[in-house]
Nanobody, 127 residues
């Protein structure tokens, strides 16, 4: 079994920064691609970023490109999401997710491609 626990969320002013962390425990060898998704009130879950196991391949949603960066430290079994230049529209619950296998460039954006999910951490950006 694999457990994902997010941390680092909070309240920040527009233009500020936060770094989210996702600690992976349990059978960590079972995780391959890791991703971040978010859900704003009344909206569908939205892809934010994903990383291959090695970190060689990363993907970011157009809405966050140039502002957010996903990274991972496999020695620490942790995935990060550095968020800069935050906007009020970034307000959401952010969840990390783990896939059990490598993903195609089309699949990384799909929540259904990920098997393990964390509980999420709230990010609120005030204007």
């Amino acid at each position: 079994q694999v457990q994902l626990v997010e941390s680092g969320g909070g309240l920040v002013q527009a233009g500020g920064s936060l770094r989210l962390s996702c600690a992976v425990s349990g059978r960590t060898v079972s995780t391959n691609y890791m991703g971040w998704f978010r859900r704003a009130p009344g909206k569908e879950r939205e892809f934010v970023a994903a990383s291959s196991r090695s970190g060689s391949f990363t993907y970011h949603a157009d809405s966050v490109k140039g502002r957010f960066t996903i990274s991972r430290d496999n020695a620490k079994n942790t995935v990060y999401l550095q968020m800069n230049s935050l906007k009020p529209e970034d307000t959401a619950v952010y969840s990390c997710a783990g896939a059990r296998s490598s993903l195609s460039s089309a699949d990384v954006y799909r929540p259904s491609a990920y098997y393990y999910w964390g509980q999420g951490t709230q990010v609120t950006v005030s204007s």
